[in-house]
């Protein structure tokens, strides 16, 4: 993708963390049908897609590297390859099940965030995994921090309040307030007036939205 509209990326949050659909069955007056599904998403875009807070909270960004010249391959022979290796990602996956399964309810509380059953789950397999007991939570948690440092960057508004901040170490005011505040600042003048709140209410809703972000980075 190249990027991801604010209804996509709602659709994704429900699904990555669960929800369900309520339609009427057609043909009928009164019976509904309902559709629930919780599906992890692999998402692949060359810029950060999760621009909105509540989706990046629940994403964990791999950024690949750079596949040199020399190490290019056709299709044909990934697939060659990836047959010979099959049995033993197989195996490997169902193995790290299997430890999940056993462990899961004696392990230990881990820190709880929007994701945390997946943490869990993963923490729980980390002993037939090739990586140090505690390390994939250590990893999701330096994920989750820059997250908050790349949406704070990204938002318009939440970049403004950090500004603010910074420069008065702290505010208070109503919504009228703070949109008056912050369309003092330069930057401010450079956004284009369709990526901009136009009222104190789209401003009020704006930072109830971005509060997560901005409690995670001291504001």
């Given at each position: 993708?190249s990027?991801?509209?604010?209804?996509?990326?709602?659709?994704?949050c429900?699904?990555?963390?669960?929800?369900g659909l309520s339609?009427?069955?057609?043909?009928?007056?009164e019976?509904e049908i309902?559709i629930e599904?919780?599906?992890?998403?692999?998402?692949?875009?060359i810029?950060?897609?999760?621009a909105?807070e509540?989706l990046?909270?629940r994403?964990?960004?791999?950024?690949?590297?750079?596949?040199p010249?020399?190490?290019?391959?056709t299709e044909?022979?990934i697939w060659?390859q990836f047959?010979?290796?099959?049995?033993r990602?197989?195996?490997?996956?169902?193995?790290?099940?299997?430890?999940?399964?056993?462990?899961i309810?004696r392990l230990?509380t881990?820190a709880l965030s929007?994701m945390?059953?997946a943490?869990e789950?993963?923490a729980?397999?980390e002993?037939a995994?090739?990586?140090?007991?505690?390390?994939?939570?250590?990893?999701f948690?330096d994920n989750?921090?820059?997250?908050?440092a790349?949406?704070?960057?990204?938002?318009v508004?939440?970049?403004?309040?950090s500004?603010?901040?910074?420069e008065?170490?702290?505010w208070k005011?109503?919504?009228?307030?703070?949109?008056r505040?912050m369309?003092?600042?330069?930057a401010?003048a450079?956004?284009?007036?369709d990526?901009w709140p136009s009222s104190?209410?789209?401003v009020?809703?704006?930072?109830r939205?971005?509060?997560?972000?901005?409690?995670k980075a001291?504001?």
């Open positions: 993708l990027g991801i509209s604010p209804r996509l990326s709602d659709a994704f429900r699904l990555a963390t669960g929800a339609k009427r069955q057609l043909f009928t007056d019976e309902v599904a919780c599906r992890p998403l692999i998402i692949n875009g810029e950060d897609l999760a909105r509540d990046a909270e994403c964990v960004n791999v950024v690949l590297s750079p596949i010249a020399t190490a290019r391959r044909r022979k060659d047959r010979l290796e099959h049995p990602i197989l195996g490997a996956c169902l193995e790290a099940v299997s430890h999940a399964l056993k462990n309810s230990e881990i929007r945390s059953d943490v789950f993963v729980a397999a002993e995994l090739p990586w140090s007991a505690g390390a994939f939570q250590q990893a948690e989750q921090k820059d997250y908050v790349a949406c704070l960057e990204t938002d508004v939440g970049s403004a309040i500004s603010l901040i910074t008065h170490n702290s005011g109503t919504a009228t307030d703070l949109l505040a369309m003092l600042s330069p401010v450079c956004i284009p007036s990526e104190p209410r789209a009020g809703g704006w930072v939205r971005i509060s997560p972000v901005l409690r001291g504001i």
